[in-house]
């Protein structure tokens, strides 16, 4: 296929994990990508695993915590692509602890990498969208915005606000054209999630010492083929900016496996 032959695309977290593989996805489709990413390895190991497509990648370092690289970052890509069609929040991070533990520094950084990060990238890019050619966003929410997942209440109430915020990007722009969708990824081996704990999995990085295993006992995906990997989101990342997703807006999918019936 190759649904992004003449098409834009601005991709965050871009060195690793899911949107590593969003990146490769769209070349693969042949589009023309910029892989943002606050690890200078991590884009390095991307335009490698590019190999030929690399031709239609440039990589920007970004901290999509703070306003100043946002702004630069978004710039440089539309100048590299000459315009955007597609915008694909992929970066995050994942802390995990006792919520009576957590400091408010943390809790504070998870909200700004997630949360805060994901607006500052949606604002910049609005006016290069609103050029575009069916242009479209993808967030990443997480099946935690919606369902109990242990120790991590500040990441849930990160997805969470990209979930609501997607909807309401969603009715602000559909006048314009853009279309706002979410991803909510689950039971996905990824940057993270480290493969450790119960059965071999984990719910991510940085579980308590203490951690009761039996709070995840409905964290399994119900097809019982374990976790799956990045490209079984990015897959389903590029069908939702695609034409093929021209008449989806202000909606997430749940790419989980079938762990939260």
Request: charged share 15%.
């Amino acid at each position: 296929m190759n649904r992004y032959e003449n098409r834009r695309a601005l991709v965050t977290g871009g060195g690793s994990g899911i949107g590593q593989a969003t990146v490769l996805r769209l070349l693969a489709e042949g589009g023309t990508v910029v892989a943002a990413d606050i690890s200078e390895a991590g884009l390095k190991d991307t335009v490698e695993k590019a190999g030929a497509s690399a031709r239609r990648l440039t990589t920007v370092l970004v901290d999509i915590a703070d306003e100043a690289s946002v702004r630069q970052a978004v710039a440089l890509a539309v100048q590299a692509l000459g315009g955007l069609d597609v915008l694909v929040n992929a970066a995050g991070i994942l802390r995990s602890a006792h919520t009576h533990e957590q400091s408010l520094a943390d809790f504070n950084r998870i909200i700004a990498v997630n949360l805060t990060g994901t607006f500052l990238m949606i604002r910049e890019a609005i006016p290069a969208l609103r050029e575009g050619t069916g242009p479209a966003v993808v967030n990443f929410s997480s099946t935690s915005a919606a369902f109990a997942h242990p120790y991590m209440a500040a990441y849930a109430a990160s997805k969470g606000g990209i979930q609501s915020m997607t909807h309401a990007l969603a009715s602000e722009y559909s006048k314009q054209g853009i279309r706002f969708t979410a991803v909510q990824p689950g039971s996905i081996s990824s940057g993270m999630t480290d493969g450790s704990g119960a059965s071999g999995q984990s719910a991510g990085p940085g579980l308590p010492e203490d951690t009761d295993w039996d709070l995840y006992t409905k964290l399994a995906p119900a097809l019982g083929r374990g976790f799956a990997g990045p490209e079984t989101v990015a897959g389903v990342v590029a069908m939702l900016a695609s034409e093929d997703g021209r008449f989806i807006t202000g909606t997430e999918v749940r790419i989980d496996g079938g762990t939260h019936f």
